[in-house]
C-alpha cells in the first residue's frame, strides 16, 4: 500500500518561498507520476503542478507557472515543490499524489486520476 506524508509547509510573508516535500512508500517510488494540488477554505481542490514518473513532464497551472518548481528524486523517493514569489492567493493546504500511470511519461492535471493521497501540508501566505 502506498503512504505519502507531506512536510515544509508554514507561514510565511509575501515574495517568500517554501519547498513541500512528500516522501513515498510502500511501492516503487521510480514508476509513480507525482502530482500537487491545493484547497482553500471554501474552495474545491485545484491542481497545481504534476511530474511524470521520469521527470520529463511537468504541467503546471497557469497560477503558479514561473513561480513553482516540481521534481522528484527517485533515489531519496521523494517529491517536491519549490514554491517562490508567494501570494496571499497561494495560502491553502497543499496535497501530494501518486498514480501508477500506464504509459511511461505521462502526467495529469486531473484530481480522479490520482490513486494515492497524503494528509496535507498547510501553507498560509501573509499580506
Known amino acids: 500500500q502506498v503512504q505519502l506524508v507531506e512536510s515544509g509547509g508554514g507561514l510565511v510573508q509575501a515574495g517568500g518561498s517554501l519547498t513541500l516535500s512528500c516522501v513515498f512508500s510502500?511501492?516503487?517510488?521510480?514508476?509513480?507520476?507525482m502530482g500537487w494540488f491545493r484547497q482553500a477554505p471554501g474552495k474545491e481542490r485545484e491542481f497545481v503542478a504534476a511530474i511524470s514518473s521520469s521527470g520529463g513532464s511537468t504541467p503546471y497551472a497557469d497560477s503558479v507557472k514561473g513561480r513553482f518548481t516540481i521534481s522528484k528524486d527517485n533515489t531519496k523517493n521523494t517529491a517536491y515543490l519549490q514554491m517562490n514569489s508567494l501570494k496571499p492567493e497561494d495560502t491553502a493546504v497543499y496535497y501530494c499524489a501518486a498514480k501508477l500511470f500506464a504509459r511511461v511519461g505521462t502526467s495529469s492535471r486531473r484530481l480522479d486520476e490520482y490513486d494515492y493521497w497524503g494528509q496535507g501540508t498547510q501553507v498560509t501566505v501573509s499580506s
Open positions: 510502500g511501492r516503487t517510488f521510480s514508476r509513480y507520476g
